[in-house]
């Protein structure tokens, strides 16, 4: 079993990678894996979207085909995705164009944790990406998802920079929502087995 986890902060040094990286930690805590791929996007290192992905313009192979096989390999996904202005960064929505119907994200689940630094926040990227990131990918995003409000007072490394309410709850619920993707991605990988998700009869989802 290998878990993908794609923090989705353009910053350096961001809170989504700080939640993502715990949470890969936790992960390997548990035993339920057998490998673990972080992807940052901080300094967003992919290309914008265009046409030569289409053409194949080398450009492309260059930039994707390490992570295209990192992801091929992967059995489930957590997206980490921070909430700025109320939307998703355009990095990560790039990210999933980049992968459209040729199934390195297809048919495989994923947890949606959203990341916030007020106490209010984080909603309307759970939204957005439920919305509008699985259409030709075919990513399969959990019921559940994770919320994290607050976030420079959680998950920090320095126990004494942590609200313990606020910290032990949410770890807590990254349990259960890491435990539940555990049990997804071994339901999905019969799934895709069976031949019935196969993307060469319609590569494009409606």
């Given at each position: 079993?290998?878990?993908?986890i794609?923090c989705?902060?353009h910053?350096n040094?961001s ?9 890969a930690?936790?992960l ?6 057998d490998?673990l ?10 290309p ?5 992905l ?11 085909d390490?992570l295209?096989?990192e992801?091929?390999s ?6 980490v ?6 939307m998703?960064?355009?990095?990560l ?9 040729s ?5 495989k ?5 959203s990341?916030?630094g ?10 957005e990406l439920?919305?509008?990131?699985y259409?030709?990918?075919?990513i399969c995003?959990?019921?559940e ?15 004494t920079e ?20 555990h ?23 409606m």
């Open positions: 079993m290998k878990i993908g794609i989705g902060s910053r040094d809170q989504s990678e700080k939640v993502g990286r715990y949470a930690k936790q390997e805590a548990s035993g339920l894996v490998d791929f972080v992807y940052s996007l901080a300094g967003n290192p992919l914008f979207w265009d046409e030569g289409w053409s194949g313009d080398p450009k492309w192979a260059d930039a994707l390490t295209r096989e992801l091929n992967c059995d489930g996904f957590i997206v995705t921070p909430e700025w202005h109320g998703v960064p355009s990095g929505k790039n990210l999933f164009l980049l992968f459209p119907g199934g390195e994200l297809a048919h689940p994923a947890l949606i944790i990341v916030s007020g106490a209010g926040g984080g909603a309307y990227p759970i939204a439920r919305m509008s990131s259409k030709n990918n075919r995003y959990l019921p998802h994770l919320i994290v409000r607050n976030a420079g007072k959680v998950f920090n490394e320095d126990s942590n609200d313990p309410e606020t910290h032990d709850y949410l770890h807590a619920r990254l349990i259960y929502c890491v435990e539940l993707l049990e997804y991605a071994k339901a999905f990988q019969a799934i895709r087995a069976s031949g019935k998700a196969s993307l060469e009869t319609y590569k494009n989802g």
